[in-house]
């Protein structure tokens, strides 16, 4: 019951969160059946909430056992389909001892032909590599196939890319592998079940790394970033749909990252120069790259609509400002950790919003004040308005910083800009 309430607002709180949310490859996850989606873990809740949003059926999830700190928080996270699950150092091997009931919990909800998510690497960092694979998603799978001869148990490998995961308006990509059957490693498990675990958690591994952007050395990451937003603003993007289903971007980064992870000393060196030299000009005459790139192709912001949009934005900004506010203040006061930055926000926001709106309403009653109360009702509308006129009218500055500029000037940015992508596509 309380998923099927919170879902609706963390769906709308993640669509808000994220520009854009490439969800491609998703029809190969088998209906009616019992599955693991086996994901990496760059940041803290997001993949499990965007994930229980977005598929169409109900999602059961592991996460830490040491959330589970007392019965009310136990019944709340059951209420959302979370299952403990313990490690050593959560509390020792006492609670490790608790994971028997933890499984059992999956098998019969995989009898059920349920669906299961299993953050995968077991711990979260952010950053864009594969760490490795635990065991945890085989063992389940052969813990079901076992007492319940689940043959057909699919394990779905996903992988989860963001942009940045810790900034709001950011993008975040999901990528569905093709799904692996249980039923292939049934005789091996038979014979010998922990070289079929060690076999299956490889795969799952390996099918992984297709769907997830993997820079191999930190040295190379500021590079690689660059190169990625240079690509990105080759794209543009209307401001609808919010979920997507290509994975165009996903496709061309990865394609970037294997660029800089096979490329020589030399190479990346004679490609740091160029990308730095570009930018350089870039900052010192303020202008944005995804204008230069997309100045002959965008339709250009109307000076018109950021005059006529302006009150609705101020409506929509202030009237929305003191939730948000009290969002960020408690995320930057309590949380330690980059990789829980933006769910805590998220998670904060949503709670803060309900309570905020719902004052505001009984407010609104109370006063007999029908004016005040439909503005109320519409402030939510206005508030997602203001993040679109502010995208607009970011838009509209760049292009008019274009304007400015000399022609001749402007080919010379486009030819350095190109000369940067040539470079990666011709070696």
Known sequence: MLYRIVRPFASLALKTNFRRIYFSNAQVVPKNKPIILAVNHPSAFLEPCLLACLLPQPLHYLVRGDMFVSTFARKALEALHMIPIYRIRDGGFGKVRQNFSTFESCFNILSENKTIMILAEGTTIQEKRLRPIQKGPARIAFGALEKDDLIDLKIVPVGVNYTYADKFRSHVMF???????????????????????????????????????????????????????????????????????????????????????????????????????????????????????????????????????FLPFVLGYFGNYLPVFIAKLIANKFVIYLEFMASVKIAVAIGVFIIYYIGLIIFSIAINNFMLLLMILMLPFFGYYSLMYNEYYERWKAFREIDKIDLTFLQKLKANREDVLNFINEN
């Open 175 to 309: 990528e569905f592998g093709q799904p692996i059957s249980i039923q292939d490693y049934k005789e091996v498990y038979k014979e010998h079940s922990n070289r079929a675990i060690q076999l299956l958690t490889k795969e799952i591994e390996n099918r992984l790394k297709k769907h997830v952007i993997i820079i191999n050395e930190k040295e190379d990451e500021e590079l690689t970033e660059k190169l990625f937003v240079l690509s990105r603003n080759n794209q543009g993007e209307p401001f609808f749909p919010i979920v997507s289903r290509h994975n165009t971007m996903l496709c061309q980064e990865k394609k970037i990252a294997t660029f800089i992870n096979n490329a020589s000393e030399k190479e990346k060196k004679e490609l740091k120069e160029k990308v730095d030299a570009y930018l350089k000009i870039l900052n010192q005459n303020n202008l944005k790259d995804w204008a230069i790139a997309q100045n002959d192709t965008a339709e250009k912001p109307s000076s018109l609509m950021v005059l006529i949009g």
